[in-house]
């Protein structure tokens, strides 16, 4: 049954803004500067107890400390929103860790992508509208001035964007509505069937990206999609970067691999939107209601709150 996500309040100064590490270890040259970006902001950085902790060369800490921050930062009232510090690999390994509850009743703002892509999924479950944005890392390394981090600063006080975007080789024309999901392709797909697949149920925009991957491996994940029946609820699709992708089957890029399944679905399909693990990581709202309007002279992609 389709569910309205809720909202999280936005930011006002002096709001507490967690920063945590569920996937892989940030050096704390990152994590000091994102601090540093979210006191120039008017809020108050609280970083997890277990950030910085190193697990199995990889890890930000154990599955458990991981945890542990981020129920943390759910749990206590204070906290208006949670920052991951970067993405990796780890968070699938949060699935039936009673994170959907808390959630549920602790909505505030999560951001991040990549990795992050499995928590944004078990937010939207839980009710709770996410930011797929750049993270702790992305913030330090643009000391919060560069225009990912601005439109992030704008979004967290209030200020949605609507995005309007150049036309496309590859896109396909046509007008959807419905709450938008997704992120990274190869983390995205493994969540179908279970407590995070935010495409059971309901009709969904689409938004994928994908970075150092294979042709092949995005054409097997796209299968994936269509043999589980998701994309039979697919209304439309953003497709974002594919950074560094190996074209190990010959199509001219990625997104004439994509089009071979989606132009069947009669669907619209906006290419080139300006996220993903490029240097442009424009904010987009998960679970939010989306409007998405692809035409000769290029794509509008709005949000309704």
């Not at 999924?121 to 000391?143: D, P, Q, S, T, Y």
């Not at 036309?167 to 997704?182: D, K, M, V």
């Not at 001219?252 to 691999?257: D, I, K, M, V």
Request: charged share 20%.
């Amino acid at each position: 049954m389709e569910q309205k996500c809720k909202v999280p309040a936005f930011l006002k100064p002096g709001d507490r803004v967690a920063l945590v590490s569920p996937s892989f270890v940030t050096g704390s040259v990152f994590v000091d500067g994102a601090a540093d970006v979210l006191r120039d902001w008017g809020y108050e950085p609280v970083i997890g107890k277990n950030v910085g902790k190193r697990h199995l060369k990889s890890y930000a800490g154990t599955l458990e400390e991981r945890l542990q921050d981020l129920k943390d930062a759910y749990e206590d009232p204070s906290i208006k929103a949670i920052v991951c510090n970067r993405g990796g690999y780890g968070t699938l390994q949060m699935l039936g860790k009673g994170l959907i509850g808390l959630m549920a009743q602790n909505p505030k703002w999560l951001i991040g992508f990549s990795d992050i892509t499995t928590l944004l999924a078990l937010e939207n479950k839980a009710g709770v509208v996410g930011i797929h944005g750049a993270m702790g890392k992305h913030l330090a390394e643009g000391k919060g001035a560069d225009t990912n981090s601005l439109l992030l600063k704008e979004l967290l006080a209030g200020d949605v964007p609507a995005y309007q975007l150049p036309s496309h080789p590859c896109n396909i024309e046509g007008q959807a509505s419905a709450p938008l999901t997704g992120g990274n392709l190869c983390t995205f797909t493994p969540l179908l069937g279970t407590e995070a697949d935010t495409t059971r149920d309901q009709d969904f925009i689409l938004f994928i990206e994908e970075v150092e991957e294979t042709y092949h491996n995005m054409d097997r994940q796209m299968n994936i999609l269509l043999l589980q029946g998701a994309l039979k609820r697919c209304k439309g699709v953003v497709l974002g970067t594919f950074e560094g992708c190996t074209p190990d089957i010959a199509y001219n890029s990625p997104e004439e691999l994509f089009i071979q399944y989606l132009k069947p679905l009669g669907i619209p399909v906006c290419c080139g939107f300006p996220a993903g693990h490029g240097a442009q990581k424009q904010p987009l709202l998960m679970g939010a209601e989306a409007s998405l309007e692809v035409g000769p002279d290029g794509a509008k992609l709005s949000f309704h709150l």
